[in-house]
């Protein structure tokens, strides 16, 4: 009777054991902080390490211990991979938490929507929060929409530049080089311009006007006759000669906020832009060639309108 309960006793405690090195490969960080000591207490009285304990399990008979020494032998290496894993897995949580965080921000509310403007509806239910529609013949105003609200202008800016530089009478077929100082600094935006390219001053102002070329226009304010800082200096006299108290310029290419107006100085600024012929033209070719070294670049222009079908017929009301 004693021998049959000495078996069983031993039974129990191989099946514990392997339930208890299951649990280690199962959790093993863990484990392996709370059972250390266990350890080491049940091995001191046979005085022996755990690499004798997998050496004394190897020599058991090849039916039973073979599966128990192919997961006792790695044990290190899996308690590794297996510890690597939640901290894998947390990473990748982490990462796609943060990227949740990313899209949930809401973008940069824009000038318009920080001053209100969205809140003010129209006939038209426009998207945008300023407009003026006017006839250019009579100046009957059709549509109004904050058109006093003073907010920065963009490339509308090289509408000044390209009506100063044709006003001026400046010789076209003067040779302009691109240089590092007209690299845009503010936003890094991209040219096909690149630093040394040399065009003539009317193929710099063509692709201004046309395709809105930063470069270029920053090159036509650099070169005018009296240097960059004067140039923006005419750029402001010419808007308070026009009766555009509404607007201020501090560079010629419109890459600044602080290029600022309103829409309805930009409607006198486009009525006078649109009697100079040079102006008129280079605006409102649909595209461009210039060579380049040996290469000749195309350009387009931005204004999709230019490129309709209807372009021509566009306010006759025969059309």
Not at 96 to 102: D, E, F, N, P, S
Request: glycine share 4%.
């Amino acid at each position: 009777m004693h021998h049959r309960s000495s078996v069983a006793y031993a039974r129990i405690a191989k099946a514990l054991a392997f339930l208890t090195l299951s649990c280690a490969l199962a959790t093993p960080a863990a484990y392996a902080s709370k059972t250390a000591p266990a350890k080491k207490t049940a091995t001191a009285s046979k005085q022996q390490k755990a690499p004798v304990v997998r050496k004394a399990v190897a020599q058991k008979s090849p039916t039973s211990s073979s599966r128990k020494v192919a997961v006792a032998r790695p044990a290190k290496a899996q308690q590794t991979k297996v510890a690597a894993k939640p901290a894998a897995r947390r990473t990748v949580a982490a990462a796609a938490a943060g990227a949740a965080a990313a899209a949930a921000v809401v973008a940069r509310p824009s000038f318009g929507q920080l001053a209100g403007l969205h809140q003010v509806s129209d006939p038209l239910d426009l998207k945008s929060s300023v407009a003026l529609v006017m006839d250019q013949e009579t100046s009957e105003v059709l549509l109004r929409k904050n058109d006093h609200a003073v907010l920065p202008i963009a490339s509308i800016t090289k509408l000044m530049t390209g009506l100063l530089v044709a006003e001026a009478k400046l010789p076209m077929d003067e040779m302009i080089t691109i240089t590092q100082e007209d690299v845009d600094t503010e936003k890094n935006s991209s040219s096909r311009l690149r630093v040394g390219t040399t065009l003539t001053r009317g193929e710099m102002l063509h692709l201004a006007l046309m395709s809105s070329e930063n470069r270029a226009a920053h090159a036509l304010g650099r070169t005018y006759p009296g240097g960059l800082q004067h140039f923006v200096q005419l750029m402001n006299m010419k808007a308070k000669l026009l009766g555009m108290s509404e607007t201020q310029f501090v560079e010629p290419t419109g890459l600044s906020s602080r290029n600022q107006s309103s829409a309805h100085d930009l409607a006198t600024l486009v009525n006078v832009a649109h009697s100079n012929a040079l102006v008129r033209e280079f605006s409102t070719s649909p595209s461009y060639e210039v060579a380049v070294g040996n290469r000749t670049l195309q350009f387009n222009n931005t204004n999709r309108l230019v490129k309709s079908d209807h372009w021509e017929g566009i306010g006759n009301p025969t059309a």
